[in-house]
């Protein structure tokens, strides 16, 4: 059973204020990811990390960033929430030579 | 670069009925290649894998998937759907050396009609 955790799982916010998502997992996995993915659409990468220390952004331009501090913490942060950002966010943990495991993801409505 | 395919946005089917979903992939080496399941609000789920060995895969939920090299392809098929296999499907692919970014395709919306 995939041991990968996103808080809060549904988050109404207004415009302007800075938000963090949770993503934790407790497999150990050295590779992590943030998907976007708004109602019945394909997923979009939008960062990735390969370990401790390392960030990468992904192929859809996002105004989010992420820190990779821990090995089993991801968090994506949003400084200045806007209405365009409404959509869930879906994080993904792995190891070399296994599948993604996901967490239930969170969906972020900004008004 | 690697790019997955699944044409069918939506498929319909009837409870009882069979399920073929379509996938095709496009690197010139075999990739790892997975099947997820989404429900609405929720995270994926992995169906099934390919990583190497037998083409035929059997995956939970009743559901298999077949592994054509000559084709590209990794179609899922399950015999007889029931209505709690209504939701978004993914087939995603991993190159087997080198990147380590899941590549998904668009996804395709089961509809079970009773």
């Known amino acids: 059973e995939a041991d990968i955790y996103q808080t809060p799982r549904y988050l109404v916010i207004g415009t302007g204020k800075k938000i963090t998502l949770e993503c934790s997992q407790t497999m150990g996995h050295d590779k992590m990811y943030w998907y976007q993915q708004d109602p019945g659409m394909e997923l979009h990468l939008i960062h990735y990390?390969?370990?401790?220390?390392?960030?990468e952004k992904g192929d859809l331009s996002s105004e989010s960033t992420v820190s990779r501090i821990r090995t089993e913490h991801f968090p994506l942060t949003l400084e200045s929430a806007r209405p365009s950002h409404t959509s869930q966010y879906l994080c993904?943990?792995?190891?070399?030579?296994?599948?993604?495991?996901f967490g239930q993801g969170t969906r972020l409505t900004v008004v | 670069a690697q790019s997955v395919t699944q044409p069918d946005i939506h498929i319909t089917v009837s409870e009882g009925a069979s399920l073929e979903l379509r996938c095709n992939y496009s690197y010139g080496a075999t990739p790892y290649l997975f099947w997820y399941v989404q429900s609405p609000g929720q995270g994926l789920q992995l169906l099934l894998k390919?990583?190497?060995?037998?083409?035929l895969v059997q995956g939970i939920k009743g559901f298999e998937a077949e592994f054509k090299r000559s084709q590209s392809s990794f179609n899922l098929r399950k015999p007889s759907v029931h209505w709690s296999d209504a939701a978004e499907y993914f087939c995603?692919?991993?190159?087997?050396?080198?990147?380590?970014?899941?590549?998904f395709g668009r996804g395709t919306s089961l509809i079970v009609h009773p």
């Open positions: 390919y990583f190497s060995g037998d083409t």
């Open positions: 990390s390969y370990g401790v220390n390392s960030t």
């Open positions: 995603a692919v991993l190159l087997s050396g080198g990147s380590y970014i899941p590549t």
């Open positions: 993904a943990s792995k190891r070399t030579g296994t599948e993604a495991f």
